[in-house]
T-cell receptor, first 112, second 116 residues
Framework: KQEVTQIPAALSVPEGENLVLNCSFT??????LQWFRQDPGKGLTSLLLIQSSQREQTSGRLNASLDKSSGRSTLYIAASQPGDSATYLCAAYSGGYQKVTFGTGTKLQVIP | DGGITQSPKYLFRKEGQNVTLSCEQNLNHDAMYWYRQDPGQGLRLIYYSQIVNDFQKGDIAEGYSVSREKKESFPLTVTSAQKNPTAFYLC???????????????FGAGSRLTVL
């Protein structure tokens, strides 16, 4: 059974700092790894999707990498801003419509 | 703009009542899903549907029911048999034929159910 872990559960950083969020998964037989952002009381917004044949994806100040052999993905946020404050979740797609496992998220606070 | 609409945003239920959460999408997606989110836990799959008039139980289907009479709609009923229904409910959809080649999840804004 796939298990997805996100550490730390919460993170507080000063504005402008570069930071890394971690996502670990136990079964390396995944075909997608997706990062989401969730604001309080809201749905999930997709940030980046990495397919199994890819090693990283970039969008603006965000860069996500995937290392299937080690069971890890990282989300790098450059020059953090207060508007980046949210919970970030990763999801591992292991196959089939129902085989998506979510981590419990990292709650990020960027202090002005 | 295409997207997923969930309603109501907030819902209160008394003990013994059934309530229905609405999920409508105009993305022309084939598959639709219902997830439950509780504090400190990852999203858990309740039900999913790949095509109209077909749906499958997820990991925590007990106390819930769904229907898929139209491609656009996938309502979730929380029955009185669900003993701990207070949670945030998220509807999602995917289409395997998306341009990226990956059937990624797209989510609605969620519905918060509280039992009084």
């Amino acid at each position: 059974k796939q298990e997805v872990t996100q550490i730390p559960a919460a993170l507080s950083v000063p504005e402008g700092e570069n930071l890394v969020l971690n996502c670990s998964f136990t079964d390396s037989a995944i075909y997608n790894l997706q990062w989401f952002r969730q604001d309080p009381g809201k749905g999930l917004t997709s940030l980046l999707l990495i397919q199994s044949s890819q090693r990283e994806q970039t969008s603006g100040r965000l860069n996500a990498s995937l290392d299937k052999s080690s069971g890890r993905s990282t989300l790098y946020i450059a020059a953090s801003q207060p508007g980046d404050s949210a919970t970030y979740l990763c999801a591992a797609y292991s196959g089939g419509y129902q085989k998506v496992t979510f981590g419990t998220g990292t709650k990020l606070q960027v202090i002005p | 703009d295409g997207g997923i609409t969930q309603s109501p945003k907030y819902l209160f239920r008394k003990e013994g009542q059934n309530v229905t959460l609405s999920c409508e999408q105009n993305l022309n997606h084939d598959a639709m899903y219902w997830y439950r989110q509780d504090p400190g836990q990852g999203l858990r799959l309740i039900y999913y549907s790949q095509i109209v008039n077909d749906f499958q139980k997820g990991d925590i289907a007990e106390g819930y029911s769904v229907s898929r009479e139209k491609k656009e709609s996938f309502p979730l009923t929380v029955t009185s048999a669900q003993k701990n229904p207070t949670a945030f409910y998220l509807c999602a959809s995917t289409s395997p034929g998306s341009p990226s080649g990956a059937n990624v999840l797209t989510f609605g804004a969620g519905s918060r159910l509280t039992v009084l």
